[in-house]
């Protein structure tokens, strides 16, 4: 059975998205005869997209009917799904800058993407165009989902459910790091081929191959429950699937005869939190308050690394020929019959469908499904997705220090999008005050007016008056 609706891409032009999430949409048989409407500024990049969805429209007999705007307002109208993948600026240089900035002052962050003083600067820049979003979609679309993709996740998702009447979903792969190391842990119990040269779950272009070599192995034999917050949440339970085994014990045996190189500071919270942290070192790193010491310089004794700005731009670039390749008819298609929505997919056929499916994580407003976190909040647990909407797994209480960690990051997320949506330099001052990175009150004053002057024309809210 089909059901057509109509799916509103924000962002189309992103090579990710389409290599990825369009051409997961345009295999679904449920979804052939629905309308796909590309949005993007860059009038370059959407035209490309577009030739790729007419080309795979063409030859995968998809049936849609697709357009393509490089203003929002154009396609929102009638939308029963808006995909966000925005990112304002050019990513990979904004970041690097974000990470710089407060090294002028003495603040080493450790990876500045999605907490420290990075993560108010990201999310500052891309709170403002997606709020503008979802008020939009307040006017043309009422009842549309609105699944996000852009980080930092926990601020963009919060920005959306307390500034908007928008129902919104925040997805992200993040979950899938937490079984490559389980996978690795328990490789010879479940037979696991690791493959050589794998060294943990950090974003780089040599890892990506063999980390996902490791997720296709261990996905299908484990259900992983996890629970938290995004790109911060801790594995409550580990189940085999094929016999019910309770396998939690004999993974943390496991892991603690691993090397000691092999995410060292996911073995120390681990070992002292007594749940095991999902996303790896270089994200995990970010809400910590243990890891920005001038004097012990933890990230060198952790080996946290940073993110390659450089090599992932041209990385992006390299993307982007391909798709274009492929749009013009010059490449194959053939790679693109495996790719992976990352869930909007399944958000997407089991809402408009009334299927049922369960997701292993997503991001949600707090309505108890994690008993000792605030209300109201954004929290990632797994949910069932049907006809009726996205609902989350409720997973009770996490433990006591591990929630106060949560907290936190919740108290410094909202201070942010709140400062961000009132032009507040007071809260962000008290936002970066209260995030783990920073301890001197003028320090985080002067990283502060660094970031409004230097980002001035993004956050014009700060200057007026």
């Keep these: 059975m089909t059901i057509p609706t109509k799916i509103t891409v924000i962002g189309a032009g992103s090579a990710t998205f389409g290599e990825n999430t369009l051409s997961a949409i345009m295999r679904s048989q449920k979804l052939k005869g629905s309308t796909l409407a590309l949005v993007d500024r860059n009038a370059d990049t959407l035209n490309i997209v577009q030739q790729l969805a007419d080309r795979l429209n063409r030859e995968w007999d998809s049936r849609f009917t697709i357009t393509a705007h490089t203003n929002h307002l154009d396609a929102l109208s009638d939308s029963d799904f808006v995909v966000n993948a925005i990112e304002v600026g050019a990513r990979e240089n904004l970041w690097q800058r974000d990470f710089e900035i407060p090294i002028q002052y003495g603040v080493r962050q450790p990876y500045a993407e999605n907490g420290g003083p990075g993560g108010f600067a990201h999310a500052a820049r891309n709170i403002g165009p997606i709020l503008q979003i979802a008020h939009d979609m307040e006017q043309a679309c009422p009842d549309a989902w609105f699944v996000n993709f852009t980080n930092p996740m926990i601020r963009i998702c919060d920005a959306v459910n307390r500034h908007s009447k928008i129902k919104s979903v925040g997805l992200c792969h993040q979950i899938y790091a937490g079984y490559v190391m389980v996978g690795v842990a328990l490789a010879k119990d479940l037979g696991i081929e690791i493959p050589e040269g794998l060294t943990g779950v950090h974003a780089a272009v040599d890892q990506h191959p063999l980390q996902q070599r490791v997720r296709e192995q261990i996905v299908?034999?484990?259900?992983?429950?996890?629970?938290?917050?995004?790109?911060?949440?801790?594995?409550?339970?580990?189940?085999?699937?094929?016999?019910?085994?309770?396998?939690?014990?004999?993974?943390?045996?496991?892991?603690?005869?691993?090397?000691?190189?092999?995410?060292?500071?996911?073995?120390?919270?681990?070992s002292t939190f007594g749940l095991f942290p999902v996303p790896g070192d270089t994200h995990l790193c970010e809400y910590l308050p243990w890891m920005s010491d001038p004097q012990?310089?933890?990230?060198?004794?952790?080996?946290?690394?940073?993110?390659?700005?450089?090599?992932?731009?041209?990385?992006?670039?390299?993307?982007?020929?391909?798709?274009?390749?492929?749009?013009?008819?010059?490449?194959?298609?053939?790679?693109?019959?495996?790719?992976?929505?990352?869930?909007?997919?399944?958000?997407?056929?089991n809402v408009a469908a009334a299927g049922s499916h369960y997701h292993l994580?997503?991001?949600?407003?707090?309505?108890?499904?994690?008993?000792?976190?605030?209300?109201?909040?954004?929290?990632?647990?797994?949910?069932?997705?049907?006809?009726?909407?996205?609902?989350?797994?409720?997973?009770?209480?996490?433990?006591?220090?591990?929630?106060?960690?949560?907290?936190r990051e919740i108290t410094v997320a909202q201070l942010c999008v709140d400062s961000v949506v009132e032009g507040n330099r007071e809260k962000a001052l008290?936002?970066?005050?209260l995030d783990p990175v920073v301890t001197d009150i003028d320090t985080a004053r002067k990283i502060l007016d660094d970031y409004l002057s230097s980002y001035k024309e993004y956050l014009p809210q700060f200057w007026r008056g």
């Excluded at 993974?251 to 603690?256: L, S, T």
């Excluded at 008290?430 to 005050?433: F, G, I, S």
Aim: charged fraction near 25%; charge should be negative.
């Design 220 to 270: 299908p034999l484990l259900d992983i429950r996890a629970a938290g917050l995004n790109h911060f949440t801790w594995i409550l339970s580990m189940h085999d699937k094929r016999t019910g085994e309770d396998l939690y014990p004999l993974f943390k045996q496991r892991f603690f005869e691993l090397d000691g190189t092999f995410e060292p500071l996911t073995r120390d919270i681990f």
């Design 296 to 349: 012990t310089k933890p990230w060198e004794r952790y080996n946290i690394r940073l993110y390659d700005w450089e090599l992932f731009e041209a990385v992006r670039g390299f993307q982007l020929h391909r798709l274009d390749e492929m749009a013009k008819g010059d490449a194959t298609i053939e790679g693109l019959l495996n790719t992976d929505s990352e869930g909007a997919l399944e958000m997407i056929e």
């Design 361 to 407: 994580a997503a991001n949600l407003p707090n309505t108890g499904q994690i008993s000792n976190l605030p209300l109201g909040a954004s929290v990632e647990t797994p949910v069932q997705v049907n006809g009726a909407g996205i609902h989350p797994v409720h997973v009770g209480a996490l433990p006591e220090p591990i929630a106060e960690l949560c907290r």
């Design 430 to 433: 008290q936002c970066l005050l």
